[in-house]
Structure formats: C-alpha cells, structure tokens
C-alpha cells in the first residue's frame, strides 16, 4: 500500500497569512493526488484533483503543486472559514489512502 | 443538486451485522463508480471499498475483506455496504463517496465528489 504522510500535523495561522502544507508519499504516484477540507462534523469536501486543478467552485486563493512524491497545498491569503483540517489523497493505486491531515487553527 | 445520503448506521454488538445504504440524486447513478470510506475522529479517512458503475467490479481494504460486502441497485439509485462480523476497530463514521474521473492523455485522474453526510456506526457489548 501507498503511505502518506503530511506536514506540519497542526498550524497556527492568522487570517491573511499564506499557509502551506505538505504531502509525501511513500512511492511516485505521478499526479494522482487530491486535496480535501474538512471542518467538524461535516463530511470532507474536495479543493483541489490530480495535484494542482481546483474543483469548481473553490476559491481561488487555494491551488496545489507537486508531482511523483512531494506535492503541496498553498493558501494563498487564509479567511475566515479556512480554519479547518485539510488530507490529502492518493488515487494511484487501490487502497486509495489518505493522509493523516493537517489542522489548521487560530493563532 | 448531487446529493449522496447515508443511513443504517447505529449500535451494533461484537460479531453482529448491519447494512448501511446510501441514496444518491442529482445525478446518473449507473454512470459512476462508488466508495465507502470510513473516519474515526482526529484521524484521517481510511478507504473502505468501492464497485464500478454496473456492480462487476469490487474491491475492499485488507482490514474488511471477507467481512464486508459492497453491492448497488442502479434501478433504486442507492449503494449498499453489508457489515458482517463486526468488530469494535470498525466503529467509525462512514461515508460513501462517488468518484469522477478524467483522462488526459494517457492518464486517467479519480477523486471523490461529492461525499455523503456520514453515519455513524458503533460496535460495543
């Protein structure tokens, strides 16, 4: 199975900062990866498929990078309801795995 | 609107059963492969299972097989998990997922859009 793993596991940030979160995985999984967000008791929502296309309708202050292993999720100027926990997904190769997030909260 | 809606979650015993269902509307149901996924609270979700579009196609984790079963009914619309032996590590919430895809060149990406509300389902004597 494909194992992923994220950085930093939890953030302080104030509204307006750029934040950034990272993504590994175990072994290349070319673009074959999705960024989620998901606040409590909602179910996960996707941002961002095959590493860097953002799903309609999300912002534009989120986009994705990376190929093969490294990849990242930058917010370019954080809100409000960007408090949240974001995973990431790799859909390479069935177990699709996840990561184990990364929670983002007020500073 | 895409909509997925789970239900049949709930309290079940060691080595009991119960049978989650997830009604989808808003789109062609028969046209897309669908997901189950589980998440324990503070952790990341964890893949469960998934079924292509005409039910010929089945695949589980490790950590369900043999114990679970996905199935779908195109006609009524709804995907099915049939939980079976339950343990208290399956005490989750689980959501099921359609996936989307799209091909460019000789890539075909997946992602999971929209997810349901979630059910949650707990096994304790």
């Known amino acids: 199975d494909i194992q992923m793993t994220q950085s930093p596991s939890s953030l302080s940030a104030s509204v307006g900062d750029r934040v950034t979160i990272t993504c590994r995985a175990s072994?290349?999984?070319?673009?074959?990866l999705n960024w989620y967000q998901q606040t409590p008791g909602k179910a996960p929502k996707l941002l961002i498929f095959?590493?860097?296309s953002l799903q309609s309708g999300v912002p534009s202050r989120f986009s994705g990078s990376g190929s093969e292993t490294d990849f990242t999720l930058t917010i370019s100027s954080l809100q409000p309801e960007d408090f949240a926990t974001y995973y990431c997904?790799?859909?390479?190769?069935?177990?699709?795995?996840f990561g184990p997030g990364t929670k983002v909260d007020v500073k | 609107e895409v909509q997925l809606v789970e239900s049949g979650g709930g309290l079940a015993q060691p080595g009991g059963s119960l049978r989650l269902s997830c009604e989808a509307s808003g789109f062609t149901f028969s046209d897309y492969w669908m997901h189950w996924v589980r998440q324990v609270p503070g952790k990341g979700p964890v893949w469960v299972s998934c079924?292509?579009?005409?039910?010929?196609?089945?695949n589980y984790a490790d950590s369900v097989k043999g114990r679970f079963s996905i199935s779908r009914d195109n006609a009524k619309n709804t995907l099915y998990l049939q939980m079976n032996s339950l343990r208290a590590e399956d005490t989750a919430v689980y959501y099921c997922?359609?996936?989307?895809?799209?091909?460019?060149?000789?890539?075909?990406?997946?992602?999971?859009?929209?997810w349901g509300q979630g059910t949650q389902v707990t096994v304790s004597s």
């Open positions: 095959a590493a860097s």
């Open positions: 997904q790799q859909t390479d190769s069935i177990p699709f795995t």
């Open positions: 072994q290349s999984i070319s673009s074959y």
């Open positions: 079924i292509n579009s005409d039910g010929s196609t089945i």
């Open positions: 997922a359609r996936m989307s895809t799209h091909r460019s060149s000789w890539y075909l990406y997946k992602w999971f859009d929209p």
